[in-house]
């Protein structure tokens, strides 16, 4: 072999070693356009031919390599890996679409896009080169690209049923359920076993409230792919909002098992057992969520929120450092979960908004509504999910009886699943009940607009089972936030939040996106005409020992705190033969608050704890109780006022937030304003005196009986026509087109 050819051979072999194969392959067909017979040449040729194709070994174990790479989620690394040896599978659009997917899926989509160009430009066919592509359309916010280049799918390949399935489930993503539905349609005529189809439709029906039909498509999809996820989490979901709690718990359950790393799976699965009362099987479920995905605050926020729900406060200080801002719609610390934590209005507002700004904001078209005719009645919309046997119906159940119905005209939206016997005694009370669970949002939205509303009254604030999207997109040209929720919305739809001038003082309407109107007396609705029911005349039938002092807190048990906690235990101690009697809500707060007396010097069984009871034989065994002891940063409300309908005085200590002051609102009004503290020494030191004065304790007892029935709190027709008189000014107001303001009534 001459010099001359042994050096174009050497620059050949260099070249391939630098990764220049397109030099290496010229420089040797310059030789075999000169030496056809060449087999030097030529062989360096088949070589790079078999590169190129990647059969060559090493090139398999190095593409092998990046396959592992990508698959672990390494995508730099799979990045870095295929990069270096590119040059050998030039000719591959698996390759290219490989390389491209590991660029989108770390986020770099001009070379996404660079890599899937590539390989189509190599296969105009390419099917998973061209899926990507559309993906990365999405991803740059172009849909409309997206869509064409699905629909010209469907157009090149009519028959193949998962081209259609794309296009559906892109028209899934953007809400278009008419032509989702259509092309899901069209992929089970072609494919009837397609999961993706099948998972489709039942989202669809589900986002329709057309629950039997979901179940059954969810259930389909399963029977052809057990492992399912998306499936099985739909078909827990359309349990759960069908009002089917057992069944969404034992599915949830099913979805931790078919995907045992889904954060989402075991979170949700905590949420419905800890409404379903399995609090242990719920606080772990939490503990493996946040363990799953450590950086989430609103997980970290619900864990916590979890532990005060079971008297478990070893975290409890870590809740004040968990940011405001939210990564994501998911992550946003739910308001009322913040309330047993802070007393603190500016904070709550400032959660609020977040919560408002990431997941209320309107979709509907604006509506303008209709100008309310002269001489009519107003017309008021009352929406809740408790009109049943709840807090909220025993609270308003007598205004309800006692609207004036000449003057306005009273509609109840219920989106609860319950009824019973109180939903059934207060439908003669209202003009109409119209159901609106299974109702979308936009058709509830639709039905309530229809309906000619001069007010909406929202009872539930950030409560359990909130809609307040609805009123997010206005159902009434007046919306007024009340009873249900004891703190601000922070958004700017709703027009008006009730109040008194001790929930929320002159000088604190700043921490309030809403106007305050401001009742005389209290705020909060009572019926007097609630029923005492009976109880023994024996209170140890009841747990309670026969002699000695009792002082009680019927409050929900995550309002209990250490800080009040401490002054209960000091109490026990400086009170021979005290107890401290409780609602037993879950086995686990019993055992954590035994410990926590232990913990302080007390014998646990100096905590009572009485089993949850029928409302009126609940308000009857007041009677055996001596003191009520308020919670600090969320008072007794519902409870306080059936402590002093019981009879029972109860002692609060006022703070900051709406949260804080309804005990204090529900004092004053029944003239007992000695009863309010506003430092915790004070409210530790009028305990201890009220428990070993019985002569003291005596006369504030005779007080309230004497208030009972003479004060504001419980005069029922005089506080209806309060509410009343704020809706008639508020309706007023907008008729002449002003817009909201402060009002101070009465």
């Not at 030191?685 to 309230?704: D, G, N, T």
Request: net charge negative; glycine share 6%.
């Amino acid at each position: 072999m001459n010099a001359g050819l042994n050096a174009v051979f050497l620059k050949a072999k260099r070249a391939e070693q630098r990764g220049e194969d397109a030099e290496a392959r010229r420089l040797l067909e310059e030789v075999l356009k000169k030496y056809p017979n060449n087999k030097t040449a030529a062989g360096g040729l088949a070589r790079l031919d078999e590169m190129s194709t990647g059969s060559d070994p090493r090139s398999q174990a190095a593409l092998d390599e990046i396959l592992r790479l990508y698959a672990l989620g390494d995508f730099a690394g799979a990045i870095v890996k295929g990069e270096a040896i590119a040059h050998r599978f030039a000719a591959s659009p698996d390759f290219a679409n490989l390389l491209g997917a590991a660029h989108l899926d770390r986020g770099d989509l001009a070379k996404a896009q660079h890599a899937f160009l590539q390989a189509l430009q190599i296969d105009p066919d390419h099917r998973a080169s061209r899926d990507n592509l559309v993906l990365l359309r999405q991803r740059q916010g172009n849909q409309p690209d997206a869509e064409a280049m699905y629909r010209e799918a469907v157009t090149l390949d009519p028959g193949h049923a998962e081209v259609h399935c794309q296009l559906a489930s892109f028209y899934l993503e953007q809400d278009r359920h008419a032509e989702a539905e259509a092309a899901f349609e069209a992929t089970l005529a072609l494919d009837p076993d397609n999961v993706g189809a099948h998972h489709g439709l039942a989202k669809i029906r589900l986002a329709a409230k057309h629950h039997a039909e979901a179940i059954d498509l969810y259930l389909r999809a399963i029977a052809l792919q057990p492992d399912h996820f998306d499936s099985v989490f739909g078909l827990a979901h359309a349990f759960w909002d069908m009002g089917k709690r057992a069944e969404a718990v034992d599915v949830y359950h099913q979805a931790t098992m078919v995907s045992p790393d889904s954060c989402q799976a075991h979170f949700r699965l905590a949420d419905v057992l800890r409404v379903a009362n399995v609090m242990d099987r719920s606080h772990a479920a939490y503990i493996r969520a946040l363990e799953l995905k450590p950086d989430s605050r609103s997980i970290k926020a619900q864990l916590l929120y979890h532990e005060a729900v079971i008297c478990d406060w070893h975290a409890r200080h870590e809740f004040r450092d968990l940011p405001f801002d939210a990564l994501t719609k998911a992550d946003v610390v739910q308001p009322f979960t913040a309330l047993p934590f802070e007393d603190d209005g500016a904070r709550q507002l400032a959660r609020s908004q977040l919560m408002v700004d990431t997941s209320l904001q309107p979709v509907l078209p604006r509506f303008d509504f209709p100008r309310a005719r002269d001489g009519e009645k107003i017309r008021i919309g009352y929406f809740s999910a408790d009109f049943h046997d709840h807090a909220t119906l025993h609270l308003m159940g007598g205004l309800l009886r006692e609207h004036d119905r000449a003057r306005f005209e009273i509609r109840a939206y219920s989106f609860g699943h319950e009824d019973d016997a109180k939903r059934q005694a207060i439908l003669p009370l209202v003009d109409a009940f119209i159901p609106i669970q299974d109702l979308t949002d936009a058709q509830a939205v639709e039905r309530a607009r229809a309906d000619r509303l001069d007010i909406a009254v929202d009872l539930k604030g950030y409560t359990a089972n909130t809609r307040m999207n609805l009123f997010a997109e206005r159902v009434a040209p007046v919306q007024i936030a009340w009873l249900g929720y004891p703190g601000t919305v922070g958004g700017d739809f709703m027009d008006y939040i009730i109040a008194d001038s001790v929930v929320i003082p002159h000088g604190s309407e700043h921490h309030y996106s809403e106007k305050v109107i401001r009742l005389p007396g209290s705020y909060q609705a009572n019926d007097n005409r609630r029923a005492i029911g009976a109880c023994p005349d024996d209170r140890t039938a009841l747990g309670l020992p026969a002699a000695g002092f009792v002082f009680c807190c019927f409050n929900q048990n995550y309002k209990i705190g250490p800080a009040e906690f401490d002054i209960w235990m000091r109490l026990l101690k400086q009170v021979e033969g005290s107890v401290l009697w409780l609602i037993r809500s879950n086995a686990l707060v019993e055992a954590n608050l035994r410990k926590e007396a232990i913990r302080r010097g007390v014998r646990p069984e100096r905590l009572v704890f009485a089993d949850k009871a029928p409302h009126a034989d609940h308000l009857a065994r007041h009677r055996h109780a001596d003191l009520f002891l308020d919670t600090f940063a969320v008072n007794a409300h519902t409870t306080a006022s059936d402590s002093l309908w019981g009879g029972l005085p109860v002692l609060t200590l006022a703070g900051e937030q709406f949260a804080a002051r309804v005990a204090a609102s529900l004092l004053a009004a029944i003239d007992l304003p000695d009863l309010i503290t506003h430092t915790a020494a004070d409210y530790e030191a009028r305990a201890l005196e009220l428990a070993r004065s019985p002569e003291k304790l005596a006369e504030v007892r005779a007080r309230l009986a004497a208030n009972r029935l003479t004060t504001p709190l419980f005069d029922t027709v005089a506080h209806t026509r309060q509410i009343e008189a704020a809706y008639t000014a508020t309706h007023q107001r907008h008729r002449d087109g002003l817009a909201p303001d402060h009002m101070l009534l009465g």
